[in-house]
């Protein structure tokens, strides 16, 4: 123990004298160091819904949630690791645990202000989730941080720096499926559409106004074919993904596509990769075993056709769930959420890949320049 001890304070005594560093408290890191901060749903959330005041339908901090890698619930929702987990890693980058998470404070990193169930307008889901605008607002607190514990020169060479990693815009559109209650009753589906696009990229501009320059996009995967919305699909249409959803999926992913070129001309030095998720995901729901997978249509957890309830882990309104043997085998975990198997493979795309399936850059060259 003491001659790691010995060796660690040797190699950070290294880092902080012998290459130019940034240094966050008793945290050194070398000039190069490139931190990741995001912002969305549950796609990237790595806990911080264990942290507020919501529902369980919300969560996913019980079991069998988490479990493959971490060997407790961390409040992602998939067997183990995320997409930003793996993100993190690629970039040589600690694990980057929920913003709320308490003691965290390894900002030099980035940090991670996802919620399971937000969206980009702040009525869906309002009360039970952390919006995107209010995950601004953590965000700007935290900036507010930076400056004053690193000093302006030093906050503004990590923010302009960083990386902005964005999944945000599924729930706002999962929030209409049979409801009479949302906004898409007073609007028409582009209007909505713009709404929610509007709402992001004005976060976009916000955070461009504090320094930030590399942003990713996720673009929304094909819901409509999830277990969790093809178990909606009306009795007599078995099979089927649910239309109204898949239309509003495309409509959000081209305007998302449309949009960012405007921002990158309109905003200087400004550099974007949107990642194909609905590509990504079609190919391996339709075609399981072309990537690994025996099972693209079924959830791994649930229950009900496609075991498309979520009642995963039994501590949901359902109580009752089924859990495969081999998680290994499906691209969908639970009901609406791949495994973490299919968010490696596509972690790996994003950060390497062609521009068809994230561009105009990769992860990599945005980390890298
Ligand atoms: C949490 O939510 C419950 C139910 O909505 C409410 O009764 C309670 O006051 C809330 N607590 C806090 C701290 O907001
Ligand atoms: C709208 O919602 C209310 C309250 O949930 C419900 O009672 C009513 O039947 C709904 N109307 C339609 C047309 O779906
Ligand atoms: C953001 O969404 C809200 C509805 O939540 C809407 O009233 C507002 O106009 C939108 N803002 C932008 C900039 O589009
Ligand atoms: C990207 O292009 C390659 C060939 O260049 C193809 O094999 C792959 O399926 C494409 N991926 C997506 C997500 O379109």
């Not at 819904?49 to 619930?73: H, M, R």
């Not at 169930?117 to 995950?135: C, H, K, M, Y």
């Amino acid at each position: 123990m003491m001659s790691l001890r010995f060796h660690f304070y040797i190699l950070v005594l290294y880092i902080c004298i012998i290459i130019p560093t940034q240094c966050l408290g008793n945290i050194c890191l070398p000039k190069e160091h490139i931190a990741l901060f995001i912002f969305g749903d549950s796609i990237v959330d790595a806990g911080n819904n264990n942290y507020i005041n919501t529902t369980t339908d919300l969560q996913a901090n019980f079991w069998p949630y988490g479990e493959t890698v971490f060997k407790y619930s961390t409040g992602r929702v998939s067997d183990g690791r995320i997409i930003p987990d793996f993100i993190a890693e690629y970039a040589k980058l600690q694990l980057i645990p929920p913003y709320l998470h308490p003691g965290y404070e390894r900002y030099i990193d980035g940090a991670n202000f996802a919620s399971i169930g937000a969206g980009a307008l702040d009525e869906t889901r309002q009360g039970l989730v952390i919006s995107l605008n209010a995950q601004l607002n953590y965000f700007n607190n935290l900036e507010t941080l930076l400056r004053q514990e690193l000093g302006e020169k030093k906050a503004k060479v990590l923010l302009d720096r960083a990386v902005y990693f964005f999944s945000i815009g599924s729930n706002d559109f999962f929030v209409t499926i049979n409801s009479n209650t949302s906004l898409l009753q007073s609007y028409s589906k582009e209007e909505y559409v713009n709404l929610v696009i509007g709402n992001l990229t004005n976060v976009i501009k916000e955070i461009y106004k504090k320094g930030g320059r590399k942003f990713v996009f996720l673009g929304l995967g094909p819901w409509g074919c999830s277990p969790l919305f093809k178990a909606l699909v009306k009795p007599g249409n078995t099979g089927a993904c649910l239309e109204e959803l898949t239309t509003l999926v495309k409509l959000h992913n081209k305007a998302l596509s449309e949009v960012l070129p405007k921002l990158e001309s309109e905003l200087k030095g400004l550099k974007y990769s949107t990642a194909d998720f609905y590509t990504f995901l079609s190919e391996r729901i339709n075609n399981p075993s072309k990537y690994g997978f025996t099972e693209g249509k079924i959830a791994c957890c649930g229950t009900g056709p496609y075991r498309g309830t979520p009642s995963c882990g039994g501590k949901r309104s359902v109580k009752e769930y089924e859990l495969c043997e081999n998680v290994n085998d499906y691209v969908y975990f639970d009901s609406g959420h791949p495994s973490e198997k299919a968010y490696q493979q596509f972690a790996e795309l994003i950060w390497s890949g062609t521009p068809n399936v994230s561009g105009p850059y990769n992860l990599k060259t945005l980390f890298e320049h």
